[in-house]
């Protein structure tokens, strides 16, 4: 591959196309099926396109019919850059303003309605790019290959060979060179040529973000942006974030607060756009200036209960920032925004959570490139998480500079030495509250009389009992528990439904459940989901895990180690859950040949008992051999291996255009905590709170979800203890140790 300068994208030549049908559909890395006189495959060819698998497996030879079917992973994922890359099977990497690809995306699998009219045109020159995948304006030369000094193999008069000429983009315009004639090539053959070339620029166009509009549509990106937040635009505006913070029991940290509003301005526009007001009154007056606006976000917030569901002087509610920027004895501080903007909301928690995540990585200020490049919040704010370290460091490195007593206790990383579930307080619980809004999550589920709730069937979390014909596990019990909360102590009134494969997101979506189990809280999730393309809300994390593998000792071994080479491993076959975060961790460390894409553990572990992998990747509960062996049958080798490649944190899902039963459910969680440090089970469980924060009707929560289930400790032992034993790991209740630890998708 040639060197090219910057502003250029380069491509390689694809591979050579199979010698045989049987060579082919080795090649494709996916499944395949006969039926009769039909082959079906997984449309996952990274060598060559349809015509070539019809050339080597048609009537051609031996007589069979060749249907082509998209992967399973492609589905839903048509108007995304990232999955046409991902679908050349191969590698793309970017150094400043260079892309390099190895190019081989199958013909037929580069999804645009408009290909087809583009490529009719016979004659170099200049043509608007309509390709439905193109996004983002961009200025400079595309340079695909170079005509006169081609690397191209040489290749014979039955090859189907091509030579890339150059293409210059002015606009939304791009402009095709002369294609250089080959001596020896015939007419047809350079037709089908330029037909491939074609493609090859417009693919150039996608992966570099060539933004241009669809026939009579906007430009569909990669990642729809969030909501528009006015709080941004405000800020934007107005050119200036401002800061609100308060003395804390006559002590101020203000030089500690200074970075860090410093670091959000960094994130949103430069470091220098900011200001730090101090609230000179009553600091009671704190949370009632921020809902008047007279500042865009607040520290000092204390993070109890009665502060973030109804604030008594502002009478109103407000986000929090998921963990706490400073703990002092028993009280923890966070940042708080208004409720009306869950945009501005999550910008600032998430950019916490990076300074947090920075640490964890060990990446500094001088290191901050390091962190992760996203387009959740639109592309104009992509480097947020980046340059909010750059201003002045990783969480660790803004305390050494501006604190004047030592970090300790809970204000440290957790490093898997204590645990990470704390019982923040709940504050005065008596303060009246809103009752259930009207044409709310709440009105809805008490009225229909039941509460939906639903989940994956996993060991441990949930299973059905076939004796008895009931549900079981430590989510079914978290359900039961809310519905007792929800319906004064019916803890009957729920019903279990299984997450249908394809829709787990769009389940909630759609109100087909009221709550879901099972999915690791990441940033993409919390704002934009893809295949919804919407944000939810996540509860306090009920379970803290990683992703490991189980299955035959010498291939688990190599996917602990990575290895796919040699005698040992190239045989390698991973089975792993699609639509899960584990299998887009796989994704980005194995190639597509060694993984095995099943619809749900029931099914992963079927293909591993049937030889068609000998490795299953999942949380410690998805691999446990009594578990494992217990439903299947299986009685052969198997090994649990002992790496965690991943956080796995995960929370109770909802929709995020509640904000009032989202409170509710993530308080009913945190009370369950609270319930185990209080030493409160079921047999005492009126010695629980009651509350007037969610009005008179609701006002039992804290005490009939407890009084259901018993506390988080009763629920873990009877569901995990056996399978994943709570002894010295992050799933204890925080006793006074490290406790901050980020969530996933920020570096």
């Given at each position: 591959?040639?060197?090219?300068?910057?502003?250029q994208?380069?491509?390689s030549?694809?591979?050579?196309?199979?010698?045989s049908?049987?060579?082919?559909?080795?090649?494709?890395g996916t499944?395949?099926k006969?039926e009769?006189?039909?082959?079906?495959?997984q449309?996952g060819?990274p060598?060559a396109s349809?015509?070539?698998m019809e050339?080597v497996c048609?009537?051609g030879?031996n007589?069979?019919?060749?249907?082509l079917?998209e992967?399973?992973?492609?589905r839903?994922k048509?108007?995304s850059?990232?999955a046409v890359?991902?679908?050349?099977?191969?590698?793309?990497?970017?150094?400043?303003?260079?892309?390099t690809?190895q190019?081989?995306?199958p013909?037929?699998?580069?999804?645009?309605?408009?290909?087809e009219?583009i490529?009719k045109q016979?004659k170099?020159g200049a043509f608007?790019?309509t390709?439905?995948?193109a996004?983002g304006i961009?200025?400079?030369?595309?340079?695909v290959g170079?005509?006169?000094h081609?690397?191209?193999p040489?290749?014979?008069?039955?090859?189907?060979?091509y030579?890339?000429?150059?293409?210059q983009?002015v606009e939304?315009?791009?402009i095709?060179a002369?294609q250089?004639?080959?001596?020896g090539?015939?007419?047809e053959?350079?037709?089908?040529r330029k037909?491939?070339l074609?493609?090859?620029?417009?693919?150039?166009?996608?992966?570099i973000?060539?933004?241009?509009p669809?026939?009579?549509?906007g430009p569909t990106?990669e990642?729809?942006?969030?909501?528009?937040s006015?709080s941004l635009?405000?800020?934007?505006?107005?050119?200036?974030?401002r800061?609100g913070?308060?003395?804390?029991d006559?002590?101020?940290?203000f030089?500690?607060?200074?970075?860090?509003c410093?670091?959000?301005?960094s994130a949103i526009k430069?470091?220098?756009?900011?200001?730090?007001?101090k609230i000179?009154?009553?600091?009671e007056?704190s949370f009632?200036?921020?809902?008047?606006g007279?500042f865009d976000?607040?520290?000092?917030?204390?993070?109890?209960?009665?502060h973030?569901?109804f604030?008594?002087?502002?009478?109103?509610?407000?986000y929090?920032?998921?963990?706490?920027?400073l703990?002092i004895g028993?009280?923890?501080?966070?940042i708080?925004?208004?409720?009306?903007?869950r945009?501005?909301?999550?910008?600032?928690?998430?950019v916490?959570?990076s300074l947090i995540?920075?640490?964890e990585s060990?990446?500094?200020?001088?290191?901050?490139?390091?962190?992760r490049?996203?387009?959740?919040?639109?592309?104009?704010?992509e480097n947020?998480f980046r340059n909010?370290?750059q201003?002045?460091g990783n969480?660790?490195?803004i305390?050494?500079k501006?604190?004047?007593f030592e970090r300790?206790?809970?204000?440290?990383?957790n490093?898997?030495?204590?645990g990470?579930l704390?019982?923040?307080p709940?504050?005065?619980v008596?303060?009246a509250?809103?009752?259930p809004?009207q044409g709310?999550?709440i009105q809805?589920i008490?009225n229909?009389?039941?509460?939906n709730?639903?989940?994956?069937?996993?060991?441990?979390f949930?299973m059905?009992n076939?004796?008895?014909q009931s549900?079981?596990?430590f989510?079914v019990?978290?359900?039961?528990?809310?519905?007792a909360a929800?319906?004064?102590?019916?803890d009957?009134r729920?019903?279990v439904m299984e997450?249908?494969y394809?829709?787990?997101f769009g389940?909630?979506?759609d109100?087909g459940?009221d709550?879901a189990?099972g999915?690791?809280?990441t940033?993409?999730r919390?704002?934009?989901?893809?295949?919804t393309?919407?944000?939810?809300d996540?509860?306090?994390?009920y379970?803290?895990d990683?992703l490991?593998?189980?299955?035959?000792?010498?291939?688990?071994?190599c996917?602990?180690?990575?290895?796919?080479?040699?005698y040992e491993c190239e045989?390698t076959k991973i089975?792993?859950?699609e639509?899960?975060t584990?299998?887009?961790i796989i994704e980005?460390?194995?190639k597509?040949?060694?993984i095995?894409?099943s619809?749900?553990?029931?099914d992963y572990s079927?293909k591993?008992?049937?030889?068609?992998?000998?490795v299953?990747?999942g949380?410690?509960?998805?691999?446990?051999?009594?578990?494992?062996r217990?439903a299947?049958?299986?009685n052969?080798e198997?090994y649990?291996g002992?790496?965690?490649f991943?956080?796995?944190?995960?929370?109770?899902?909802?929709?995020s255009?509640?904000?009032q039963?989202s409170k509710l459910?993530?308080?009913?969680i945190?009370g369950?905590f609270y319930?185990?440090?209080?030493?409160i089970?079921?047999?005492?469980?009126?010695?629980?709170p009651s509350t007037?924060?969610f009005?008179?009707n609701?006002?039992g929560i804290f005490?009939e979800?407890?009084?259901?289930?018993g506390?988080?400790?009763?629920?873990?032992?009877?569901?995990?203890e056996?399978i994943?034993p709570r002894?010295?790991?992050?799933?204890?209740?925080?006793?006074g140790?490290?406790l901050?630890?980020a969530?996933?998708?920020?570096a």
């Open positions: 591959m040639k060197k090219k300068e910057d502003n994208l380069e491509l030549q694809p591979a050579e196309p199979p010698s049908c049987n060579a082919a559909i080795q090649k494709t499944s395949t006969k009769g006189e039909k082959i079906t495959l449309m060819l060598f349809k015509e070539i050339k048609g009537h030879n007589g069979l019919e060749v249907q079917v992967p399973p992973s492609s839903n048509k108007n850059r990232n890359i991902q679908e050349t099977g191969t590698s793309a990497e970017k150094k400043g303003e260079k892309i690809l190019m081989s995306l013909q037929d699998s580069i999804p645009s309605s408009n290909t009219s490529v016979k170099p608007s790019v390709n439905s995948l996004e961009s200025t400079g030369t595309i340079q170079d005509p006169e081609s690397q191209a040489s290749r014979n008069d039955d090859d189907d060979g030579v890339i000429p150059e293409a983009l939304n315009t791009i095709i002369e250089v004639p080959q001596a090539r015939e007419a053959k350079k037709k089908r037909k491939i074609f493609i090859l620029v417009i693919l150039c166009a996608i992966v973000g060539v933004s241009v669809l026939l009579n549509q990106p990642i729809d942006p969030p909501p528009p006015k635009a405000s800020i934007g505006k107005r050119g200036i974030l800061c913070t308060v003395e804390i006559s002590k101020d940290y030089a500690f607060e200074k970075a860090l410093q670091s959000f301005a430069d470091s220098n756009s900011f200001e730090l007001i000179e009154t009553r600091p007056d009632t200036r921020l809902r008047d007279d976000l607040l520290f000092t917030a204390r993070y109890t209960a009665e973030e569901i604030e008594p002087f502002s009478q109103s509610t407000f929090f920032a998921s963990l706490p920027y703990m028993n009280k923890s501080f966070t708080a925004t208004n409720s009306d903007d945009v501005w909301s999550n910008f600032i928690s998430w916490f959570e995540q920075a640490e060990n990446i500094t200020k001088n290191t901050a490139q390091l962190m490049s996203t387009p959740v919040f639109g592309l104009k704010y947020i909010g370290v201003a002045n969480y660790g490195e305390w050494e501006t604190m004047a300790s206790g809970r204000n440290l990383i490093d898997g030495s204590s990470l704390f019982a923040f709940f504050g005065n008596t303060t509250g809103a009752e809004k709310g999550t809805a008490i229909r009389g039941l509460l709730c639903g989940m994956t069937f996993r060991p441990g949930a059905f076939v004796t008895t549900y079981y596990g989510e019990d978290l359900c039961r528990g809310i519905a929800l319906f004064n102590g019916e009957g729920y019903e997450h249908i394809g829709r787990r389940e909630l979506d109100k459940v709550i189990f999915f690791t809280h940033l993409e919390t704002i934009n989901e893809i295949s393309e919407k944000g939810y996540f509860s306090p994390s379970i803290h990683g490991g593998f189980a299955g035959i000792e010498r291939y688990t071994r996917a602990e180690s990575k290895n796919f080479t040699g045989d089975c792993v859950m639509e899960s584990w299998y887009e980005n460390i194995f597509a040949p060694n095995v894409a619809l749900n553990t029931n079927g591993f008992k049937n030889g068609r992998c000998n299953i990747a949380e410690t509960p998805d691999l446990s051999e009594v578990e494992f217990k299947t049958g299986y052969g198997y649990v002992k790496r965690k991943s956080k796995e944190p995960a929370g109770v899902v909802t929709r255009d509640d904000l039963f459910i993530k308080w009913i945190y369950l319930a185990e440090r209080r030493n089970s079921e047999g005492n469980a009126l010695e629980m007037q924060l009005g008179d609701l006002s005490q979800s407890v009084r259901a289930i506390n988080y400790g009763s629920i873990y032992e009877r569901n995990f056996s994943l002894k010295d790991s992050k799933n204890l209740l925080n006793t140790g490290p901050l630890l969530n996933p998708g920020t």
